[in-house]
Structures are given as structure tokens and as C-alpha cells.
């Protein structure tokens, strides 16, 4: 964290400067890293600093994510971030613009998936049931195998009261051979 105070104040408005840290706030309120600092026992009472609660670091990240982007609004990974960002933080409808904007700047395959899929995640949390459905057919168009993007495409069917369609967007993650 302190070599990004470092960066921030030789170029305090660069924003791949503010997006490194961001990615950094963001992994660091990420559930395996609170998980880990939660079970963790140290010797000789040694203890982890610098981890705060996820709000605290998702909150950061975000502040970071928008410096970011006031500098750079049409950067696609930091649309994506922010979109994510807020969709963690429950900020769906705050959440979808950014996600478009990913997709709309995206020239990266891996990018547009991801915004696709937390583009579903966001309509669904908000009852869009089409428009969630849609974006994970999106994501499945990009990566026909993707696991997450077959499995909200499953939760999506399901709520809408048709199981035996649900269950057949699912059984590709059940039935296919892993990679490998």
C-alpha cells in the first residue's frame, strides 16, 4: 500500500496509478482475504495489519475507481471494476452503466465476459429476469463452457418457475469432463 501512496504523489491523477490501487483495495475486502486474516493465528502474537472490513476496502476501491475514470472514462477495466465494485456493494442500478460502457469499450474477450456476467448478476439482484437472461447468454456466447455464466443462466430459468429448463442450463457443469 505504500508504494502506491508513492506513485499517487508523483502522478496523483494517472489512472492506471489509481486503478493498480484500486485492484489492490478490491482483492484485499475479497472473502479469501478476509477469510484468511480471520483464521490466521501468528506466532509470538505477530498480527496482519492493513486489513480492514470489505465495505471499508470495496469503498476505497470504488473512490479510486471513479478518480480513475474522471481521468480515463472510456477505460474499460475500470468500468468493469467499478460496475463489480458496486454490484458487491449492492448498488445494482448504480452498477449497470459502467458495466455497459465495459462492454461497449471492450476490444478483450475475457473482459466482455465478465461484464456480461456481472451485467446478469446486477439485473437479476434488481428482478430484471429478461435482461439477466440475456447477459448470460452474452457471456455464454464468449465462453459457450463458462460454468458462472451456465449457472445464473440456471438461477434465471429457475425463478421464472420452469425447473426442467433450469436443470438443463445447468447439467453442462455437472457433466462435462474438466480440462486437464
Not at 472490513?53 to 467499478?82: D, G, K, Y
Not at 465495459?102 to 478483450?108: T, Y
Not at 466482455?112 to 428482478?127: K, Q
Amino acid at each position: 500500500i505504500g508504494h502506491f501512496a508513492w506513485a499517487r504523489s508523483a502522478a496523483p491523477d494517472d489512472p492506471l496509478v489509481l486503478y493498480g490501487e484500486a485492484c489492490l483495495q478490491e482483492t484485499l475486502g475479497a472473502p479469501r482475504i478476509q477469510d484468511y486474516v480471520r483464521v490466521t493465528t501468528l506466532p509470538n502474537g505477530l498480527q496482519i495489519l492493513g486489513i480492514e472490513s470489505p465495505q471499508t476496502h470495496l469503498r476505497r476501491a470504488e473512490s479510486l475507481l471513479r478518480r480513475s475514470l474522471a481521468a480515463s472514462p472510456q477505460f474499460a477495466e475500470a468500468n468493469l471494476r467499478l460496475g463489480r465494485v458496486l454490484t458487491q456493494l449492492r448498488r445494482h442500478d448504480e452498477a449497470l452503466p459502467y458495466l455497459r460502457t465495459a462492454i461497449a469499450e471492450s476490444k478483450d474477450r475475457a473482459l466482455s465476459y465478465y461484464a456480461h456476467l456481472f451485467s446478469g448478476d446486477a439485473e437479476f439482484a434488481l428482478a430484471r429476469s429478461a435482461d439477466a437472461q440475456l447477459s448470460y447468454e452474452r457471456a455464454l456466447e464468449i465462453f459457450p463452457d463458462a460454468q458462472a455464466a451456465q449457472l445464473g443462466l440456471a438461477a434465471v430459468i429457475s425463478a421464472g418457475g420452469n425447473r426442467e429448463a433450469a436443470l438443463d442450463a445447468m447439467m453442462p457443469t455437472l457433466t462435462k469432463a474438466p480440462d486437464g
